[in-house]
């Protein structure tokens, strides 16, 4: 079975579901549409002049959940200090949903992104990346979800030095033992690289590839597997504020296209109009805004 099959399974009909429940008339008001009732309580508290939030939540486009934490904390002993890098915190993320997790330098935005990854263990709670709970696969396991689930945009971009852009992905290709049928001939290559206005620099090593171009192909192999995840780790740190844009929006179409759902870690405010959803960490409280 092919990947293409394996989404359309398992994707698409969580989306279709969700549309079902939710009538037109609730789509086309966007914005406004809410999945719940107000409760009389939460209704009075309501402010009549606010206008109606945005929830996400209630976006009848959005998959189903794929990402869960659940009283997920960390905390590093450093001496005789211990330092609650995060918080116990609750999230959840859905197929297509595009996330802006934002915060000041420290605040454990990182450490969230990279538990979420299964990079590092919690100190304690529990992580569910497409249902599956991160603490009952062994390394192995988790290496395989890291590979064929999540995808890894990170801030210096995680490219493989001594190999051109065309073998950062052929390189994939060889961990995750895909095949041409899978969707990846040099043709697949190249209309990614095409989307993402690289197809140029195909044969060039990263060393000779600019800090917005390295980015891109960081991009390009983030999305080659078409992971259900992407997690990027302030990706737009080195660009300047026009490239930050288009590669904030790159994502975003990748979130509509292919129904990722992407965690984008950033501190620039600028980017959040792009987004689905804002979430604030401070001092390791992580907040919905
Ligand atoms: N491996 C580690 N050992 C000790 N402290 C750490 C480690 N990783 C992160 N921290 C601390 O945890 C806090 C959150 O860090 P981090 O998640 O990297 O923040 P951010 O990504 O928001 O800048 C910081 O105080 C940082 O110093
Ligand atoms: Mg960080």
Do not use: W
Not at 99 to 127: D, F, N, R, Y
Not at 227 to 251: F, Q
Not at 264 to 279: A, F, G, K, P, S
């Amino acid at each position: 079975m092919t990947e293409q099959h394996d989404e359309t399974q398992e994707r698409f009909p969580s989306r279709q579901r969700l549309n079902a429940e939710n009538t037109q008339a609730q789509r086309a008001e966007g914005a406004q549409a809410t999945d719940q009732p107000l409760s009389p309580a939460q209704a009075q508290a309501t402010e009549p002049a606010t206008p109606p939030r945005h929830e996400p939540e209630g976006d009848a486009e959005l998959g189903q959940v794929i990402v869960k934490l659940d009283g997920v904390y960390k905390d590093f002993q450093q001496g005789s200090e211990t330092i609650h890098a995060l918080q116990p915190t609750d999230f959840q993320a859905r197929e297509g949903e595009f996330i802006a997790l934002i915060g000041p330098s420290g605040s454990g935005k990182s450490t969230m992104l990279t538990i979420i990854g299964g990079l590092q263990k919690p100190s304690g709670g529990t992580v569910q990346v497409g249902g599956q709970n991160l603490a009952d696969l062994n390394e192995s396991e988790r290496a395989k979800v890291r590979l064929k689930t999540i995808g890894f945009v990170l801030q210096s971009s995680n490219l493989v030095p001594y190999l051109t852009v065309n073998e950062q992905l052929t390189l994939f290709d060889r961990a995750a033992k895909t095949r041409d049928t899978e969707g990846h001939t040099q043709a697949d290559r190249d209309k990614l690289l095409a989307s993402l206005g690289i197809e140029k620099l195909k044969d060039k090593h990263r060393s000779s590839l600019s800090g917005g171009e390295a980015q891109r192909a960081a991009i390009a192999r983030a999305l080659y597997g078409r992971p259900a995840v992407i997690l990027a780790d302030e990706p737009t740190a080195s660009l300047d504020s026009k490239k930050a844009h288009e590669v904030a929006a790159l994502l975003r179409e990748q979130a509509r296209a292919f129904n990722t759902c992407i965690i984008m870690v950033t501190h620039d405010e600028r980017l959040i109009n792009q987004v689905d959803t804002v979430y604030r960490m401070e001092d390791g409280v992580l907040q919905r805004s």
